[in-house]
C-alpha cells in the first residue's frame, strides 16, 4: 500500500508541469502563424500541423488544473494503471 503512494505524488507532479504547459499552447500557435506570414519561414509547425491533422483547438475545452492537469486523460491513465498493478501484486502475494 505504501508502494501506491509514489505514483500519486507523480501524478500530481506531473498533472501540474501539464496544467503549466497548457498556458503555452496559444502563444505558440501564434509564434508559428507569424512566421510562416510575415517570413516566409516554415520552421517546424509542430504545434499547428498537429492541431490541424488531429482537428484540435487551441484553447482547452475546460479550464482549470483539475481538469486540464490532475483528469487530463493523457496524465492520469498510467498512473491508474500503475496503482491498479500495484494493489493486484499486494493482494496477489502474500505477506511473510
Known sequence: MVGCTIPIFFWVLESQ??????GFYPRVGEIETTLLETCQL???AIFNSWNYALKRVTSPKRKGYVWDGLLNPTVFISYILEIVF???AWKAIPLI
Do not use: C, M
Not at 17 to 22: A, E, I, N, T, V
Open 42 to 44: 516554415r520552421g517546424p
Open 86 to 88: 500495484l494493489l493486484i
Open 17 to 22: 508541469w501539464k496544467h503549466f504547459q497548457r
